[in-house]
């Protein structure tokens, strides 16, 4: 599985992992016999049919997941991104990592994935599919949080990104964690997010993100928060 060399930068040996799938660019150096080639989400062209509206959401989707490469072999690689902190998730069965795929850096290829949209992350927010896209959109205008959001399940690792640090908050009081859309990083665990309106759309205008919305996690986990606002 992956491994921490320092903060900004791990390692992972692809034949013990079964394969690794990274964003593209994030190869710094491998040893062995290695091989990459480019990699597709399931979900990424999954509203592509169906009338206008359809296609546009499907575009819409296409567009909010990074492009990633899968890599093969015998041999090790080292990633990182942008001198971002990393962070390493260990995935058990049962459990979902639900993360923004601007900071999602890799993960063992044995994980399921799928793109899904925000405002039904977890079963909350008010639905998916096409007006579950449209909500999302906007939304994610004013939050600068994306429509979309890569869901990995199953057994395996993933690595995450994000600017100034991470804070692991735990979910399962008896109040919400609520957390500003920009500092997001993913919520693991059987985590309900909710994305709420703290202001009338009228005041929201010029205000920042977390005092116009704000994203409420309830359930069973932890939810990653980067100390940074700034997108990646």
Request: hydrophobic share 40%.
């Amino acid at each position: 599985m992956f491994e921490k060399v320092n903060g900004k930068v791990v390692k992972v040996n692809v034949g013990m992992s079964g394969g690794v799938v990274a964003r593209t660019g994030a190869m710094l150096f491998y040893t062995g016999d290695v091989s990459f080639a480019p990699h597709q989400i399931p979900g990424g062209q999954g509203m592509g049919g169906g009338g206008g509206l359809m296609r546009m959401a499907g575009r819409m989707m296409a567009g909010e997941h990074e492009r990633t490469m899968l890599a093969q072999g015998t041999g090790e690689v080292h990633y990182g991104f942008a001198g971002l902190e990393v962070h390493v998730v260990q995935m058990q069965p049962g459990a979902t990592l639900r993360v923004e795929a601007s900071r999602l850096l890799a993960n063992t290829a044995g994980l399921q994935s799928s793109i899904v949209s925000v405002m039904s992350s977890g079963g909350g927010g008010g639905g998916g599919g096409l007006m579950g896209a449209l909500r999302g959109a906007a939304s994610g205008a004013l939050t600068g949080q994306g429509m979309f959001t890569t869901q990995l399940s199953g057994q395996g690792a993933a690595v995450l990104l994000a600017h100034g640090g991470f804070l692991e908050l735990q979910v399962g009081g008896p109040n919400p964690i609520v957390v500003d859309p920009q500092a997001f990083v993913a919520a693991y665990g059987n985590v309900q997010t909710e994305l709420k309106t703290a202001l009338s759309w009228r005041d929201a205008v010029g205000r920042g993100s977390g005092e116009a919305m704000q994203l409420h996690c309830v359930g069973q986990g932890v939810v990653y928060v980067q100390a940074s606002e700034e997108k990646l």
